[in-house]
């Protein structure tokens, strides 16, 4: 079975930093695309920022979070700097990618449990 774990979030105040990451564990045989997304209380969740074959990011995030990859680590990482209290929600991790489900190899979509982020004013 395929598992997003995140790590990394937390209790900040503004203007800090925190770096969050997602390991992809199981028999996966490729990853196309990892990215990160975030909930806020009452609010759609919204992509933050991506990593295909190249990167893409929120308007709201661009200069301030920067998204990497660890392809031998199957990992991906969001540094986060300049944190405001809007930032605060519950960050996601996402990947498309290419794993073996018991029968056969499948593309699919998969979601890490989430991580809270707090940025506090």
């Known amino acids: 079975q395929v598992q997003l774990v995140e790590s990394g979030g937390g209790l900040v105040q503004a203007g800090g930093s925190l770096r969050l990451s997602c390991a992809a564990s199981g028999r996966i045989a490729s990853i196309n695309v990892m990215g990160w997304y975030r909930q806020a209380p009452g609010k759609q969740r919204e992509l933050v920022a991506s990593?295909?074959?190249?990167?893409d990011y929120a308007d709201s995030v661009k200069g301030r979070f920067t998204i990497s990859r660890d392809n031998a680590r199957k990992t991906a990482y969001l540094q986060m700097n300049s944190l405001k209290p809007e930032d605060t929600a519950v960050y996601y991790c996402n990947a498309h990618l290419l794993a073996w489900d018991g029968r056969s190899w499948d593309s699919n979509d998969y979601w890490g449990q989430g991580t809270q982020v707090t940025v506090s004013s």
């Open positions: 990593f295909g074959g190249s990167t």
